[in-house]
Structures are given as C-alpha cells and as structure tokens.
C-alpha cells in the first residue's frame, strides 16, 4: 500500500513541477526571451557556485561521518604498504580534484553571461599547455616508481621460512589443506575428487606426500608474524580470496593455481580487543562466482605458534579419515564434506536459501 | 564518390528523386516517401539517428528500471515489496529478490548500459546525426550500410530482450560473463539459454556496430566538403571519428572471445576450461584457460569505456566553447591528446586482471601504460576549464550538462590514478570503490555528455526546443543525486565491500553500511524518477516544444545550423556550402562568431 501512494505522490509531484515548467515557458516570452534568459543565467551561475560551496562541504561531511566505518590499521605487512600507497595517492588526487572543481564552478560562476563582457579570444598557448603536460607527468611517474617498488615487494617471491596453505574455492565453500609434518602438498588431480570417499580435493592417494596433509573446511589457522604462502585454487569456477584486514586478494582459477603471501600482525585475540568481541578475520569471494557468491565466506583465525601447534596436533590427516571409511568405519565425520553444509546453516539462513 | 553522386545513388534505392529540392523537408507534399521509407526503414541519417536515440531511451529506462529493483534489495534486505512478486513471480518469492534474480538483474543492468544505451545509443545517435551535418555531407558514406546497422542493433535488442522471458532466467554471470561461469548451465542457471541469447545478441550488436563505424570513418575521411581540412574538423568530429576506430579494432576481437565461449559451451572444446569438478562430475575438459576470455574480452573492454567517453567529449568540447563565445582552448592538443587516449586505450586491457593470476611483471607494464592515460585526460580537463575562463557563459541545460561532465570526468578519473596502481588495486579489486569509479566516470559523465548533445541538438533534431525549466530541474536533482549515489560508495570499496553481494547480514566486515545503503537507494528512486521526467520532456516537446524560428539557435559556427529548420533528404538546398576556416571563431576580432562558411577577410587577425 505504501509503494502504492509513493509512487501518487511521484505523480502528483511530477503533474506540478511540469505545470510550473509549462507556465514558466509562458512568462519568459512574456517577459522577453533576453531577461528571461538572463534571470536563468543568474539563477544557474549561482546554484553552480552553491553546488561548489555545499559540494566541498559534503565531501567533508561524508569523510567525517564514514571514516571511521572504513577498515582500520592494516593487519599485515603487506596491508601497510598497500595503505601507505593510497595516502599518498589520496593525498595528490585531492590536491588536484580541489583546484579543478573550485576552478571549474568558479570560473563558471565569475564569467557568466554579463551584458558587456567581452570574452577573450584565447585559443592556445603553448606554454600553458607544456605546463600541464609536464606536471602530471611528473607526478605519474612518482606515483608509478612508488607502485611499482611496493607492487613487486608484494608479488615477489615468498620467504623461504613461510608457512604455505593451500585454498581451494568451489561453489559457495573455502577449502584449506596443511601440508603436515613433512611440510609437502601432496599430489591432486581433479578426477579424484569424490566427497563421498572423503576426498573432496582430488587428493592422489598413491602419492606418500598426502598422507599426512591436513584437510580442513571454512576456517584457516595461521601463525601470527610468520609469513604464510596460500596455494589459491579453483574447483568450478573463478573465485577470489579477499582478505580486506589484510589488504589482500588474489584470484582462484580453475586449472591455474595462483599464489599470495602476507606476514599476519596481529592475532585475532589483539583484534578482538582493539575491534571489539564481533571481529572476525573473514575470508570473502571477490568474483562473481553463482548464485551463492554474497554467501561464499571464510575465515581466518591468527594466533600465536604455540595455539597453532596445538590446533594442528587435534587434527586428522585425510588420507587417514578416507581410509578409515573405506573399510567401513564411516563414523567418523569428514571435515570437508558434509560439514560445509551444516556450517553454512548456522551461519545464516540466507545461506542455506542458497545452497540448497 | 562525391556527395552528389552518394545521394542519387541512394535516392535511386529509396525510390524518389524530388528530395533535393524539397528544402523544407518533413512532411511536404513533395515528397513520395512511403512512412516505411521515411520513418522505419529510412536510409536518412537523421532519422537513423533518431531511431537510434529512441531505442536508446527505451533501453536506458529498462536497464535503469532494473537498478533501481537491485537498489531495493540492498537498501532494503528485510523488506518484502509483494509488489514484485505480482510482476516477477517466482523470481521475487513473497516479494523478496531471489539470488539468481538479482544476479540476472545487475548482469543486464550493465549489459544494456554500456552496450545499448551508452554505445548504441550515444555515439550511434550523435554520429548518426552530426558527422554528414558537421562535415558538410548529404548523408553518409552508405545509407544502406547505415540502416542495417540500425536494424541489426534492433534485432540484437530482440534477443537482449527475449531473453528476459525464457524460463531459465537472462544471463547472470555479470556483465564481463567469465566463463567458466558463463560455459557451464550447471553452475549458474543464466549460463543456460540466457547465455546463448546475450552472446547472439551481442554477435548482432557487433555486426550493427561494425557496420556502423566504418561508416562513420569512411564519411570523416572521403566526404568532408570544400574547404573542410581535417584540422578544421568541430571535436565531436574527431571524438565521434576515434571512437569508430577504437569499435573497428576492437569489437572483432570481443566476437572471437564470444565464439569461442560458443564453441565450449556446446562442442566440447576447451578453450577456456580446465581441470572443471562441478555438480557432481568431472569435466574432461583440460588444458584451456580461463584467463584467455579476460584478454580477449577487455581488449575490447577497455576500448568499450572510451568508445562511450570519447563522443561525450567531443559533444562536451563543442557546446562549452558555443556557450562560452570562446574557442575550445588548445584545439590541437584536443584532438592529440584524443589521438593519444585512442593509442594507449589499445595498451591497457590487463589492468582489469591484476589479481587474476596475472605475471606481475605484465602487470608492472600495464601500471605504467594506464597511468599514462591521465596525462591525455589531464590536459583535456585544463583546455575545457581554460575554455570557460574569461567567457560569457550561457548557462542553457546543455551547458550545464557540459559542465557537469566535466566535474565528474575529473572525480572519476582521479580514482582511475588509484585503481591503475597495481598495488592499490589489490585491495580495491572488486570492491565498490570500483563501482563508484567506473559509474562516475564513464556511466554518468556519458550520459552527462548525452544529455549535454540532446539539449543542445534537440532544436536540429526536431526543430522545437525542450522545456527548459525541466531541463534545468533535471540537471540539479541528476547531478546531486549521482554525487550522492557514488560518492559514499567509494568509502564502502575502502572498507573492502565486495560488489555483487546481494546481502550483508553474515558478514561482520561489511554490514555497517546499511544507512548508507538506503540514502543510496531513496536517492536513486528520485534520480530515475527526475529523468523520467527527462523522457516526458523529449516526447513531449517532440510535439509541443516552443517551435525554432532562427535557423542557428546558439550562434554556432558549425555547419549544421546553415541547413533548414527542418532540413529535408541531403541537408542543404542547392550546393552544399563550402567551408573556410576552423569552427571556433567565437570572440574573434570583437564578433560574437563567425561561421565557418565565411570566408577569411583581408584584415583578420592569425591565431
């Protein structure tokens, strides 16, 4: 019912603006097309003006009322370069968008149509324009020279002690493997996968580097200031692992393993503290990946070698959880197969709307 | 082939000879154009630029109307609008937005808008329409080719539109379509029969765009009148003239990504998938790659976004120095630095894949090639406010329209220098921050542009004019509106806010925006509603606008204002006039503007 006296009050609204924008056509020829043109000139040369003043004053309006809802201190190395890079674009990308929006409604306003101006003939000047070429040139280079040394800082190759984990993304879940104890990812191959036979990455059983690799579903624990390598891949379609705490993202390709390294800083304890009891490390699929794509989340839980190397030692090999079920003990629950469905429920409904 | 031989030759297939020398053109007696001939399958420019427009309109209304549903979902996730379900059925369930239903609607939404409205709709009206009237020709290069490009693009909108009605749904795998997404119905329910239409109606769209530009290019160059050198060319020209060659070279390219895509989604090729376990099943495709399609698509892609801009400026350039009674400031820099943006448009697909597994070290290439388009925009920028400075500024909707584009271009296009950094984009991938960026400075500058051209344009169009004060209402409530829209948005890409979620509510890192999301949402209700409103004022005024009494409205130099109120087939009566001199002699030696048909006097002063 409400929709329906909105949109009433569209037309009612509409029927009156057009009636004063008909009636308005009538005056200006009575009054004379010139002064009727002249009222709208300083009419509009002042609303540009306006729109300047309350413009600038919006865009500090809004950076007052949202800064503080935008992310806060980077949550890894790699996140303080990244951040670092946007101030010192942030800072001469303003610069430059103030002088122009004030000298673009400026002039409009100042040189409005007066009766008796002449405007000036002005139709080049080469030193004028050689000054605006130059200029951002030099700044684009700087802004290049600096992205490009925190671009490959970022890219470059992953500390030789870094932990690695590999992540696999499929239709609306986040897969992780450790490598175990012999700190190899054992071989995979897509055919194998099978999440009835507790093998929902396509793990080559035959491969001895598998055995002990450690399947997990939804939550990844990583070791907090120690660098850590993700193996990013696909099973369906593209998906993305988003990492906004930690600035980070890369995609995950069917058939194309990608890579990403960060050094985490803080644990999610320290983050809770300064965020609050709601925080959470989450994982987001940044790629248009189905009908389930706002759903896709993961998460990631930072905490200190020791509490890793407990949570580790709980955990079961794949390889021996599959086999266990092979020779008919399918007590045991898998941690990727059927669970992702029970975690998906209780994460929300909106969720389980989708995957089922 | 001359002008006066282009136009017999076409009034032979048309059927008529008395054209010419029916000055007054529409609707005379004289004339023996069937309605077909004249309003449907016209090979007039001026009505294939009309046909063009309208169908642009229509386009522009759907594909606004379907933002302003996906608007609903996220500024209002709790609500349900039973209104909906009564419209959409079970793709609104209790009348709340289904997932496959909203993914199809922002699929679509961007689809329409950058293929259909902004490039069909902008640069195939005002090229249509300005390039034969600018040049100095009776039509173009081939009307026939020109109306097939026309009806090719109507039957793309067929399919476009069909696809809305078939049961699975239109295509929903987003605008860009990545397979494999896009190849596998079982993935996504918009990959079934919704695909194969949007790709058949893409491979029309191509085929209409072809035949389109190559037209445009073969006019500029071989049937420009006496007199009329390239370096006296108005901007629109030269921007309408970059745009059809960027289309030319790149749209072929985006077909052979389509067919492709064709190929593996119904024979069993692999050229984009590999090492697939969907649904249930391994794929046996191996060996193919995902990351091909992305080139494939965004070197047309990234084209696409300056195919859209590039008439917007050229339209820009001209009505500011008209309005300014001033010359465009640095003409040829204008048309360098356009040549410029045309070049390196080609040399930056990749900065759309930084985070797709792209070699970083392509990357590191693609970072400095796209930062080096801000210089060509940078200078552009100056030279329009430079065009302003010391003028005497006439503030009609079409100027304003002018100038707001550039105000956008500007905020847009400073986030383009934060999104080109291969560092900053990592974190900014995907987020709204890329919305807010590309909405601001293709989406609405484009259409500022647009909306600049119909104001501008509308008395050549039809000989009457718009209603101002809508225009005037319109422009402040559409420039407001979009900073609010937009504006906020890009705090929502800094927190990480990914685009095409549909929901917050699971997410403890993005739900904090729901205020902000309904201001968006109200805000975008009254924008569209305002240019409805824009709708009712170009049909109204069709019929009722305050008639042209003066043949050159605006004073303007150009040669479109030497033809007839209401010009007939082949523009001029008589000869076609011979040109002179450059379009910008606004101001010069104390008068107002002298056309370009004058020719130089004695005591002149250079420039």
């Known amino acids: 019912m409400s929709s329906f006296w909105i949109i009433v009050a569209f037309l009612l609204g509409f029927l ?11 005056v200006a020829i009575l009054k004379g097309e010139e002064r009727a043109r002249n009222e709208s000139n300083r009419i509009n040369g002042f609303l540009l003006l306006a729109f300047l003043v309350v413009g600038l004053f919006g865009v500090w309006y809004c950076n007052h009322a949202l800064k503080d809802r935008i992310l806060g201190e980077p949550a890894s190395d790699h996140g303080v370069r990244i951040d670092r890079m946007l101030y010192i674009t942030l800072a001469i990308t303003f610069i430059v968008f103030v002088i122009t929006q004030v000298a673009l409604f400026w002039f409009a306003y100042k040189y409005q149509e ?31 020279g600096f992205g490009l040394y925190y671009w490959y800082e970022i890219t470059g190759e992953a500390p030789e002690n870094a932990q690695v984990v590999e992540v696999t993304g499929s239709q609306y879940k986040w897969e992780f493997r450790y490598p175990g104890a012999d700190k190899k990812l054992g071989k995979k191959y897509y055919r194998e996968i099978n999440p009835l036979k507790n093998n929902s990455l396509g793990q080559v059983w035959s491969d001895p580097d598998n055995h002990d690799d450690i399947v997990a579903s939804q939550e990844v624990h990583l070791v907090v200031n120690k660098p850590v390598k993700f193996i990013i891949y696909a099973k369906d379609v593209i998906h993305d692992v988003g990492l906004a705490h930690f600035r980070m993202k890369m995609d995950a390709v069917p058939g194309m393993p990608t890579t990403m390294w960060f050094t985490p800083k803080f644990t999610t304890r320290e983050m809770k503290q300064k965020n609050g009891d709601d925080f959470e490390y989450e994982i987001s699929c940044d790629q248009m990946c189905g009908k389930g794509h706002f759903s896709m989340r993961g998460v990631v839980i930072v905490e200190s070698q020791a509490e890793y190397d407990v949570f580790i030692s709980k955990q079961k090999a794949q390889y021996a959880i599959a086999m266990e079920a092979e020779k008919g003990n399918p007590a045991t629950p898998s941690p990727s197969g059927d669970s992702t469905q029970n975690k998906s429920t209780s994460i929300s409904a909106v969720t389980t709307k989708v995957i089922q | 082939m001359n002008n006066d031989q282009t136009i017999h030759v076409h009034e032979g297939a048309a059927g008529t000879h008395e054209v010419l020398h029916d000055g007054n053109g529409h609707g005379h007696h004289e004339h023996k154009q069937s309605f077909i001939s004249k309003y449907i399958f016209s090979q007039d420019h001026k009505t294939i630029a009309k046909q063009f427009l309208i169908t642009g309109i229509i386009w522009a209304i759907i594909g606004a109307l379907f933002s302003v549903l996906f608007r609903l979902q996220l500024g209002y996730p709790e609500e349900s609008f039973p209104i909906l379900e009564t419209f959409f059925g079970n793709w609104a369930k209790g009348g709340r937005i289904e997932p496959e239903f909203y993914y199809a609607l922002i699929t679509m939404h961007g689809t329409i808008l950058v293929f259909f409205v902004l490039t069909a709709g902008l640069s195939g009206t005002f090229a249509n329409l300005l390039i034969p009237f600018q040049v100095g020709a009776r039509d173009m290069a081939s009307p026939f080719m020109n109306m097939l490009s026309y009806w090719f693009f109507f039957a793309a909108g067929v399919v476009m539109m069909s696809s809305l009605f078939v049961q699975t749904g239109p295509a929903s795998g987003g605008w860009t379509m990545y397979p494999p997404l896009s190849a596998l119905g079982q993935a996504n329910l918009g990959s079934k029969l919704g695909t194969d239409l949007w790709i058949t109606a893409m491979a029309l769209f191509v085929i209409s765009s072809l035949l389109g530009g190559l037209n445009y290019i073969a006019t500029i160059l071989n049937m420009r009148t006496k007199g009329m050198s390239m370096t006296r060319l108005p901007l629109t020209i030269w921007g309408l003239f970059f745009t059809a060659i960027l289309g030319v070279l790149s749209f072929p390219v985006l077909l052979s990504g389509f067919i492709l895509l064709l ?22 495709n191996e060996g193919g790659s995902p990351i091909l399609y992305q080139h494939l698509f965004w070197f047309l892609g990234h084209p696409e976004v300056y195919i859209i801009i590039l008439p917007a400026m050229g339209m820009v350039s001209e009505i500011l120095s008209v309005n300014s009674r001033k010359p465009i400031f640095g003409y040829m ?63 009609t909707p079409a100027m304003l329209y002018a100038i707001g584009f550039v105000s956008m271009f500007i905020s847009g296009g400073l986030t383009g220098i934060w999104l080109g950094n291969s560092t900053i984009d ?13 909405h601001i400075v293709m989406g609405v500058s484009a259409f500022f542009g ?4 119909v104001y501008h344009w509308y008395p050549k169009m039809f000989g009457r ?3 101002n004060t809508l225009g005037y209402i319109h422009f402040w409530v559409t420039l407001v509106g979009a900073y609010l829209i937009f504006w906020p948005m890009h705090y929502m890409g800094m927190a990480g806010v990914p685009r095409r979620y549909l929901d917050f509510t699971i997410w403890k890192s993005f739900n904090q925006f729901n205020d902000l999301n309904r201001m968006i949402t109200v805000v975008s209700i009254i924008v569209f509603a305002v240019n409805l409103m824009f709708v009712f004022n170009f049909f109204y005024s069709m019929f009722k606008g305050r008639k042209l009494r003066t043949q050159n409205p605006w004073n303007a130099n150009t040669l479109e204002w030497t033809t007839p109120i209401n010009p007939g087939h082949g523009n001029w009566e008589g000869e076609i006039p011979e040109v002179h001199r450059w379009p910008y002699d ?22």
């Open chain 2, 450 to 453: 647009m909306f600049a051209g």
């Open chain 2, 263 to 284: 190929f593996d989604r119904h024979l069993g090729t692999s050229f984009y998938l590999s090492d697939i376990y969907t649904a249930g099943q391994a794929l046996p």
């Open chain 2, 333 to 395: 820099a204008m048309v360098g630095s356009l040549f410029a943006i045309t070049i390196l448009a080609f040399l930056v697909w990749a900065h759309h894949m930084f985070v797709s597994g792209l070699n970083p070290f392509m990357g590191s290439v693609f970072v400095l090639l796209t930062l080096l388009i801000a210089i060509p925009s940078a200078i552009k920028v100056f030279n329009w406010i430079t065009t302003i400075w010391r003028g005497n500024v006439r503030f």
């Open chain 2, 586 to 607: 606004y101001g010069k030696d104390g008068r107002d503007f002298i056309p370009q048909t004058e020719p130089v006097g004695p005591n002149e002063s250079k420039h």
């Open chain 2, 465 to 467: 004019y718009m209603n």
């Open chain 1, 114 to 144: 007066k009766e008796g101006r002449k405007p000036y003939f002005f139709p080049h000047n080469n030193k004028l324009e050689l000054i605006w070429t130059v200029i951002p040139a030099i700044t684009l280079t700087v802004l290049v």
């Open chain 1, 16 to 26: 009156i603006v057009f009636q004063i924008a008909k009636a308005s056509e009538y």
């Open chain 2, 426 to 438: 990592i974190h900014l991938h995907d987020t709204y921050f890329v919305v807010a960026h590309f």
